[in-house]
């Protein structure tokens, strides 16, 4: 129960093309039976964990059959963890130094005046509360910033939309950004988690001279490289609806995207995970660890946030579908954004089993920006997407590297 979701992990060996695999290669030239095929694997492997969960209890239950009450106990406790949720939390101390309808900056630097260029994160956008670039005390992407000796740290905090945030926009988006760099000293280290990772990139090609290195995990750049459930799906949907079902969601939204539908679309690209991660609960119900391991990651996985509709469509039409950022099209107030435009060191972070994102969209970036190629570092991370961020193999071998040598380029005098 130490993993998260995503990086549940197959051990059996398919006779054929895996469709679920993360795939390396040029996309399908139809996106369409990819996805049936994905789909098809999918359920079978469903279908599979849910048969072997439920042959569990059955067994589990006959065993404890002298002890009646025993089982009505411990079902009363593993419904009671499964479904009380409560908000997740930022852990380790910091101060929020200015806040706005769409985002927060909080500011993790606990009074430090060294001579170092400051750090900005942009957390993932995903319909889930920024608090995972701060999972848990010891489990925190700004306490490994601040241990590298990037001890003048901050990120933005998104703000879930609401009715009147609702036609927020990329340039509202950009704008926070620039405040909280100005708020900075007018250049930061950028660091960006996936979809802060395509807007760190943006924001870098606009306002180069303000970025002093552009870390990237899990982010993706090239939105069409390999082959993943989202980006097939995206492809298929706007070739055949145009943007017709992302408006009918929004619309259901009260013009926002709604989290819970983000969710749902996770749940449904890997639901093996998610019934053995509820089976695992099962098995572990007398080890306190593993149960506070469980709700931590529950807490921040199911408290879902709605997304901004306008911005939403906006990526969904030049990202997802166009992958503007990379065919050089994207513009952003009328101004083309040339990823050429970036010249700073780059650090760039994949996960070996990340679905979500694979590393070659991640790893894309460094064909399109101008960064000398000895100042580009590719890591791969051996878990999936959301470990890049709070697991603790991330966080103990793959992040510490990384801002170290962003901190060799962040010294100041």
């Not at 197959?10 to 054929?16: I, V």
């Not at 679309?265 to 099962?282: N, Q, Y």
């Not at 007398?286 to 529950?298: N, S």
Request: aromatic share 8%.
């Amino acid at each position: 129960m130490t993993a998260p979701a995503d990086e549940h992990v197959e051990t059996d060996q398919p006779l054929d093309r895996d469709p679920t695999a993360v795939q390396t290669e040029a996309p399908s030239p139809d996106p369409a039976a990819y996805l049936r095929g994905y789909h098809a694997t999918a359920a079978v492997r469903g279908a599979a964990e849910m048969t072997k969960g439920a042959g569990y209890v059955l067994r589990r239950a006959l065993e404890q059959s002298v002890t009646p009450g025993r089982n009505t106990r411990d079902a009363q406790r593993w419904w009671r963890h499964v479904f009380t949720r409560r908000r997740p939390q930022w852990h380790n101390e910091h101060e929020i130094v200015f806040e706005t309808p769409i985002a927060r900056l909080r500011d993790f630097s606990q009074g430090s005046t060294d001579d170092v260029v400051p750090t900005l994160v942009l957390p993932p956008q995903a319909g889930h509360d920024s608090c995972i670039v701060d999972f848990q005390p010891r489990q925190s992407q700004m306490m490994v910033i601040r241990e590298a000796g990037l001890t003048r740290a901050f990120t933005l905090d998104w703000v879930g939309a609401t009715k009147a945030t609702s036609g927020t926009t990329i340039s509202d988006y950009i704008a926070v950004v620039d405040r909280a760099v100005e708020h900075c000293g007018g250049e930061v280290n950028l660091v960006g988690d996936c979809q802060g990772g395509w807007l760190a990139t943006i924001y870098a090609a606009i306002h180069p001279e303000k970025v002093n290195t552009l870390t990237l995990a899990g982010a993706p750049i090239d939105f069409h490289a390999g082959e993943t459930p989202i980006g097939a799906s995206s492809r298929v949907m706007t070739q055949r609806f145009g943007q017709l079902p992302y408006r009918a969601m929004v619309a259901a939204g009260g013009g926002n995207m709604p989290g819970s539908f983000v969710l749902g679309g996770f749940i449904a690209i890997r639901p093996e995970a998610e019934i053995a991660k509820h089976v695992d609960l099962l098995r572990n119900l007398d080890d306190p660890e593993a149960i506070a391991r469980y709700e931590a990651f529950e807490d921040w996985f199911k408290h879902t946030q709605d997304v901004p509709g306008t911005f939403y469509l906006w990526l969904v039409e030049h990202l997802f579908a166009g992958n503007e950022l990379i065919n050089g099209e994207l513009e952003v107030d009328g101004r083309r954004v040339d990823m050429r435009a970036i010249r700073c060191p780059l650090f760039l972070l994949g996960g070996a089993t990340d679905h979500i994102t694979p590393p070659v969209q991640v790893f894309a970036a460094a064909d399109h920006v101008s960064t000398p190629a000895d100042q580009v570092t590719r890591r791969t991370a051996p878990g999936g997407h959301l470990g890049l961020f709070m697991g603790n193999q991330a966080l103990r071998h793959e992040w510490p590297p990384l801002m170290t040598a962003v901190a060799e380029h962040s010294r100041r005098g």
